[in-house]
C-alpha cells in the first residue's frame, strides 16, 4: 500500500484534503522535518499558506509528483 503523498485515495496525496501537499488550497500540509528535528517548512501547493516552501526545485518535483499520478 502507498502511503504518504503517493497515495490519492489518503489525506496526504488527495487533491481535495487540508492536510495534502497536492491540493492548492490545503490549510494544514506535511512539514519537511530533516534527521536532526529541523523543520523546513510545509510542502505543499497552497503558495499563500504561511511557512510554506518556495524553493523553485520542491515546489516543480511536487508539480509534477501531482499531476503525473494515475488517473489524472
Known amino acids: 500500500m502507498k502511503r504518504g503523498i503517493y497515495n490519492l485515495d489518503r489525506q496526504f496525496g488527495s487533491t481535495h484534503s487540508e492536510l495534502s501537499a497536492c491540493d492548492k488550497f490545503a490549510t494544514d ?8 528535528g529541523k523543520v523546513y517548512g510545509r510542502l505543499t501547493l497552497n503558495l499563500n499558506l504561511v ?11 511536487l508539480s509534477e509528483l501531482c499531476q503525473a499520478r494515475p488517473g489524472r
Open 51 to 61: 511557512g510554506a516552501v518556495k524553493d523553485h526545485w520542491v515546489l516543480n518535483w
Open 29 to 36: 500540509p506535511p512539514v519537511i522535518v530533516d534527521g536532526d
